[in-house]
């Protein structure tokens, strides 16, 4: 087989329509052999002979799309100086677009040898590189750029969502092609999201010890390959498959009008530490990829739990972040990513540095800064909770958002004065350096947590069946059981459940903000408390579209809510309240107001109270104070929120006729389906809302609103 000097770039297999180009970086590497495996299984070694800036490359005339590939590097064997090289380990390509196979544990991925590198050879247990055609026809694909304001986002994962659903064909589902089923599409569509967040499809890897218990590693937060969309998502075989179907898609869900962003994991590697396997980084260049414990080279410092964290101050490993995210924006078509614990990646060093190189290549990327880019702005390391402190360019998941609505709505002590300020968008974290609220990705729950249902039927988690005896998983999780522990035929406790999912929906798309909803909620989901089923691939993380009547209520009403959101500007604003008054209506008042149940404002004394548990929010549409697209001041309806956690109801007297002369109300919790009863109410006159409910009333706006253009 010929074999032509190539390029040092692109890294990684790079097909050109008449044979392929193979990149491979490695600083340490004496000697690098480049493995072709056909049909057969059989290997044909090719060294690569041509080395530039530590790439080693070579041209293959002929080699095209479904070829696979692995690597073995030639080097030294030091784990004292930070170096694994074996070339008894078949590696995978960091950068190969796709990936075949999977791991099977064999004792030959390890090493075992404690005199030396294990001669074990690994290949047949390990993963193929595969050589992918670049070609797709995307035909007039764009992408929807929603508004950061008018976002909705959705955190889904490719087989929890599809897995079970009656309308999508059996061979589709848990796969990216049932993703794109027109029934799928309906449902998000109906509902007014406007982004899917993907959980993690970067190929990843099983981990051994979850097999041998018969389970596995569901999320996907164990990413071997960061340019392969993960193989076993994929409805129509491997051998670069995948990536085609990725792609379709990502276009089908362009068309509906659906963003994609992908969950990723560039902290680390499913290489994890000294006793994991070698499956790639680590036996290409250890000590260039991972950091390691200063003075004690042969252990890897880890900041995220996983025995791993990747060196963010290492050009390679910065060039392979920035090259992946390019590849899935300008390849993939994606719109934007989640960065799982990110706060990793801000450690050069070991402090968090909001100023990294990691955050300065992403500031100046022509490419990377114009999608949306999310933090989870921890890690597990000192100094790790970093909620409001990345740079002005990022969203961030906001933690104390979370934990503060759990807070008010099961009536905490003093919940409420932070409670205010979660509700209006969080200033307090994010103003200080002129971000705005779309700062702040408001949740009430994710992935990692109980579900709503489950928020509201478990005080304990019940992780049993991850079968750590249930020592794994949050303990303390600010969830409340309504009186009763888990399953209950007891009618008050139900209602009272459905009531406290209807008031977690209604704060969280009623609030200031990009609000994040997770898949099933709407559908009171049930992992039947398990808060951590990172491992179950089965019926507790899918989603069981077997609906009641009580769950498509309670879906129905989640559309009312996102539809009132993008219906209405005031509630969901591009800046912060700031106390200002309209300037364009016949009776001019602030911008926000706080309002006691007697209607008079709250004060200082009334915000300390530790058993104030109840508050009225005026929202006046005349005062939004900024312009529209066209430069037009925008105004829109004015609305009172009237929120009650007591476990009492609360008589509300609504404001005078400054405020407005007649209120419609639009929403009622304490309803099984948010409908209020009565619906028309006077100025100055007496509303009750239920224990723990919540009620929205509006009023037209007083300004000149301008026509649609």
């Given at each position: 087989m010929p074999v032509w000097s190539g390029h040092p770039y692109p890294l990684g297999a790079a097909f050109d329509g008449q044979g392929t180009n193979?990149?491979?970086?490695?600083?340490?590497?004496?000697?690098?052999?480049?493995?072709?495996?056909?049909?057969?299984?059989?290997?044909?070694?090719?060294?690569?002979?041509?080395?530039?800036?530590?790439?080693?490359?070579?041209?293959?005339?002929?080699?095209?799309?479904?070829?696979?590939?692995?690597?073995?590097?030639?080097?030294?064997?030091?784990?004292?100086?930070?170096?694994?090289?074996?070339?008894?380990?078949?590696?995978?390509?960091?950068?190969?677009?796709?990936?075949?196979?999977?791991?099977?544990?064999?004792?030959?991925?390890?090493?075992?040898?404690?005199?030396?590198?294990?001669?074990?050879?690994?290949?047949?247990?390990?993963?193929?590189?595969?050589?992918?055609?670049?070609?797709?026809?995307?035909?007039?694909?764009?992408?929807?750029?929603?508004?950061?304001?008018?976002?909705?986002?959705?955190?889904?994962?490719?087989?929890?969502?599809?897995?079970?659903?009656?309308?999508?064909?059996?061979?589709?589902?848990?796969?990216?092609?049932?993703?794109?089923?027109?029934?799928?599409?309906?449902?998000?569509?109906?509902?007014?999201?406007?982004?899917?967040?993907?959980?993690?499809?970067?190929?990843?890897?099983?981990?051994?010890?979850?097999?041998?218990?018969?389970?596995?590693?569901?999320?996907?937060?164990?990413?071997?390959?960061?340019?392969?969309?993960?193989?076993?998502?994929?409805?129509?075989?491997?051998?670069?498959?995948?990536?085609?179907?990725?792609?379709?898609?990502?276009?089908?869900?362009?068309?509906?009008?659906?963003?994609?962003?992908?969950?990723?994991?560039?902290?680390?590697?499913?290489?994890?530490?000294?006793?994991?396997?070698?499956?790639?980084?680590?036996?290409?260049?250890?000590?260039?990829?991972?950091?390691?414990?200063?003075?004690?080279?042969?252990?890897?410092?880890?900041?995220?739990?996983?025995?791993?964290?990747?060196?963010?101050?290492?050009?390679?490993?910065?060039?392979?972040?920035?090259?992946?995210?390019?590849?899935?924006?300008?390849?993939?078509?994606?719109?934007?990513f989640r960065f799982d614990l990110a706060a990793t990646l801000a450690r050069q060093f070991h402090e968090v540095d909001r100023l990294s190189a990691f955050f300065d290549l992403i500031q100046q990327d022509p490419v990377i800064s114009r999608v949306k880019l999310i933090a989870e702005p921890w890690d597990v390391g000192e100094g790790g909770y970093q909620v409001g402190n990345f740079p002005p360019l990022w969203s961030e998941w906001n933690g104390k958002y979370r934990d503060t609505v759990r807070d008010f709505w099961r009536t905490e002590p003093g919940s409420l004065g932070e409670f205010a300020s979660r509700l209006t968008g969080s200033s307090d974290l994010y103003q200080h350096n002129r971000r705005r609220p779309r700062a702040s990705v408001n949740f009430v729950t994710a992935h990692d947590g109980f579900t709503l249902r489950d928020l509201v039927s478990y005080n304990d988690k019940h992780n049993e069946a991850n079968g750590e005896g249930n020592r794994d998983g949050e303990s303390h999780n600010r969830s409340w059981n309504c009186g009763t522990e888990g399953d209950t035929a007891n009618p008050a406790v139900l209602e009272l459940r459905a009531r406290q999912q209807r008031n977690l929906l209604a704060t969280l798309l009623l609030s200031q903000g990009i609000p994040m909803l997770s898949h099933g909620d709407e559908l009171g989901r049930t992992q039947r408390g398990n808060n951590n089923a990172y491992c179950q691939d089965n019926d507790i993380s899918w989603i069981d579209w077997r609906l009641t009547d009580e769950q498509r209520d309670l879906a129905d009403f989640t559309r009312r809510l996102i539809r009132l959101r993008a219906e209405h500007p005031v509630l969901r604003r591009r800046r912060f309240f700031r106390g200002e008054t309209a300037t364009n209506a016949d009776q001019p008042l602030p911008d926000l107001v706080w309002l006691l149940p007697d209607a008079e404002e709250m004060t200082d004394e009334e915000w300390q109270r530790s058993d104030a548990h109840c508050i009225g929010v005026f929202l006046n549409g005349d005062a939004i104070a900024e312009p529209d697209r066209y430069g037009r001041p925008v105004v829109d309806d004015s609305f009172l929120l009237l929120l009650n956690s007591y476990w009492e109801p609360v008589v509300f007297r609504l404001p005078d006729a400054l405020y407005g002369e007649r209120w419609t109300a639009c929403v009622d919790t304490a309803e099984p389906d948010g409908v209020p009863d009565e619906t028309e109410y006077k100025a100055a006159t007496d509303v009750t809302v239920a224990a723990r409910s919540l009620m929205v009333l509006s009023r037209p706006t007083r300004g000149i609103r301008n026509p649609p253009t």
């Open positions: 193979f990149a491979l970086f490695s600083e340490v590497a004496e000697r690098v052999e480049l493995v072709l495996v056909d049909e057969r299984g059989t290997h044909r070694a090719v060294p690569l002979t041509e080395v530039d800036g530590f790439v080693w490359h070579g041209y293959l005339p002929g080699v095209g799309p479904g070829q696979r590939y692995g690597y073995r590097v030639h080097g030294p064997w030091a784990p004292a100086m930070g170096h694994r090289c074996n070339p008894a380990k078949l590696l995978l390509d960091p950068y190969a677009r796709a990936v075949d196979g999977q791991i099977d544990n064999h004792s030959s991925l390890y090493e075992r040898n404690p005199h030396g590198p294990d001669p074990a050879d690994s290949a047949g247990h390990t993963m193929l590189g595969v050589v992918t055609d670049p070609y797709f026809d995307w035909g007039d694909d764009r992408p929807p750029r929603t508004a950061y304001a008018d976002s909705v986002i959705y955190e889904a994962h490719v087989r929890g969502l599809t897995r079970t659903h009656p309308d999508v064909p059996p061979e589709l589902r848990g796969t990216y092609a049932g993703l794109a089923h027109p029934a799928i599409l309906e449902h998000l569509t109906s509902l007014g999201v406007t982004a899917v967040e993907l959980m993690p499809v970067h190929q990843f890897v099983q981990d051994g010890v979850l097999q041998d218990k018969g389970l596995s590693n569901y999320w996907g937060y164990n990413t071997i390959g960061f340019f392969a969309p993960h193989n076993a998502y994929a409805a129509h075989g491997s051998r670069g498959q995948q990536v085609a179907e990725f792609k379709s898609m990502v276009k089908a869900m362009h068309a509906a009008g659906l963003e994609v962003i992908l969950d990723v994991v560039y902290n680390h590697t499913a290489e994890g530490n000294e006793k994991g396997p070698t499956l790639s980084f680590r036996g290409i260049d250890n000590a260039s990829y991972y950091r390691l414990v200063d003075g004690d080279f042969a252990h890897y410092y880890d900041t995220t739990g996983t025995g791993n964290s990747l060196l963010m101050r290492h050009p390679y490993v910065l060039q392979l972040i920035m090259d992946s995210l390019r590849y899935w924006v300008t390849e993939m078509h994606v719109d934007g």
